[in-house]
């Protein structure tokens, strides 16, 4: 005997009026697929700059910094989890925010335009004298999202995600032990962790490393998320948050100790360019940063992919279906 069809919980998510949450949502998830999501909207390549970041502050306020936003974050994550459960019981599910869908388009530009400087890295290494521009590398990164964006739902990138969050932890362990074998070279550079000695200039910096860490804990897709969860969602959410923030514990302390430890005051916007600098040998073996500019693209794309689906359903949502005209 065939079994019943299962129910709908919210059918009104299904109506041709609300297209966006038909095109995109697959409420099947387990709480560890919220985790691979989670960690992928939130653990990514803006980690290698947290050395940069410590540069502004030192190391008690970059330390003090780091984990108050982190815990202020992942507090006002569980809030907003937990009264999207309250509204998902009362019968009113919400889905996105709108309001916010300038950052998730800014999020998604930014992906795309790092993955392409990725690109380029890798290819200047392999060809000094090529002739291909940024832009070019820009375009095909821009080919491969609109191939990849085709996915039915953003239920179905939990495997992808899974492999994001399995190369965010490749890359900072490549990266930590690249700048521990720089520490420890010949060629280490003199480490001096003082601060500008400019009152003003103390402040702005210090303004700028505190931007960049908030900046890193930011995720503007939680409510997204959340709804790929199979019904009752309650709880899930917040397994996957501790999924994802010990992730980014690992991560988020390891790269911004590392880096710090290494270049100090001398660190630059980004591990990668620190490890590798304009005058002088490379500071870490060539196959190891190679590797890790592979995985930072990789995942790249996985951001990237995430953020394009995300704007897919605002977009979709706001055009009127035939039924409803």
């Known amino acids: 005997m065939a079994e019943p069809p299962e129910r709908d919980p919210f059918p009104e998510f299904r109506l041709d009026s609300d297209a966006g949450a038909t095109f995109v949502l697959e409420s099947k998830g387990k709480w560890w697929h919220a985790g691979f999501h989670l960690t992928t909207a939130i653990v990514g390549p803006t980690i290698l700059t947290l050395p940069y970041a410590f540069r502004g502050l030192g190391w008690g306020l970059g330390f003090l910094c780091l984990t108050v936003l982190g815990c ?36 998604g530009i930014g992906a795309t335009l790092l993955a392409g400087e990725c690109l380029k890295i890798m290819y200047e290494n392999l060809s000094p004298n090529g002739s291909l521009k940024l832009y070019e590398f820009i375009a095909m990164v821009t080919v491969v999202m609109i191939v990849l964006s085709q996915l039915p739902s953003f239920h179905s990138l939990r495997h992808i995600n899974f492999a994001s969050l399995i190369l965010c932890l490749g890359y900072t362990f490549l990266m930590v032990g690249a700048c521990i074998n720089a520490g420890l070279s010949k060629n280490a550079p003199p480490r001096d962790y003082s601060l500008d000695p400019s009152g003003s200039s103390r402040v702005f910096s210090a303004f700028t490393s505190i931007s960049i860490i908030a900046a890193i804990f930011g995720n503007g897709i939680l409510p997204e998320i959340q709804a790929t969860l199979a019904p009752p969602a309650t709880g899930k959410m917040v397994k ?21 430890w290494v270049f100090g005051n001398k660190s630059k916007s980004n591990i990668l360019k620190s490890l590798m600098p304009d005058e002088g040998p490379s500071l870490a073996p060539t196959i190891v940063l190679g590797l890790a500019v592979v995985f930072v693209l990789l995942q790249l794309l996985a951001i990237g992919l995430q953020c394009s689906l995300s704007l897919v359903t605002l977009v979709v949502s706001l055009v009127p279906s035939a039924s409803s005209r």
């Open 72 to 107: 202020v974050t992942f507090y006002s994550y569980y809030l907003m989890s937990k009264v999207l459960e309250h509204c998902e019981k009362a019968g009113r599910r919400h889905i996105r925010f709108r309001e916010l869908a300038a950052d998730v388009l800014g999020v």
């Open 240 to 260: 996957g948050l501790l999924m994802c923030y010990t992730v980014a514990f690992l991560t988020f302390y390891s790269a911004a100790v590392s880096g710090y």
